[in-house]
């Protein structure tokens, strides 16, 4: 199994950026997938998750309402359409899948129930 992030790049605040994170090897309907970030000098953090079967998703309290994650089955891609982005929101952006479980949406955010990692894309805002 194989995650490639794509979209990152550098933004002005208040603009918006949409992440890709493309999943190869196996089925995005079988698996949960979370989106993480790292800012420089910070522990990783969970920002979003999705159920890739049913698409139920969970958020960090910090981004609700500005980031939307989602999912094209067809494509076994999950995206991060990220609006409204602010200098804090700088940092590397990761993906990463596990098989789902029936609890995963309750634990999405902890970082040793994933299996599989992407290598990340930078997302950077400043004026």
């Known amino acids: 199994v194989q995650l490639v992030e794509s979209g990152g790049g550098l933004v002005q605040p208040g603009g918006s950026l949409r992440l890709s994170c493309a999943i190869s090897?196996?089925?995005?309907?079988?698996?949960?997938v979370g989106w993480f970030r790292q800012a420089p000098g910070k522990e990783r953090e969970g920002v979003a998750c999705?159920?890739?079967?049913?698409?139920?998703?969970r958020y960090e309290s910090s981004v609700k309402g500005n980031f939307t994650i989602s999912r094209d089955n067809a494509k076994n891609t999950v995206y991060l359409q990220m609006n409204g982005l602010e200098p804090e929101d700088t940092a590397v952006y990761y993906c990463?899948?596990?098989?789902?479980?029936?609890?995963?949406?309750?634990?999405?955010?902890?970082?040793?129930?994933?299996?599989?990692w992407g290598q990340g894309t930078q997302v950077s805002v400043s004026s």
């Open positions: 990463a899948a596990t098989n789902f479980y029936r609890n995963y949406i309750a634990h999405c955010f902890m970082e040793p129930k994933y299996d599989y």
């Open positions: 090897g196996w089925r995005l309907s079988y698996f949960g």
């Open positions: 999705i159920v890739g079967d049913d698409g139920s998703a």
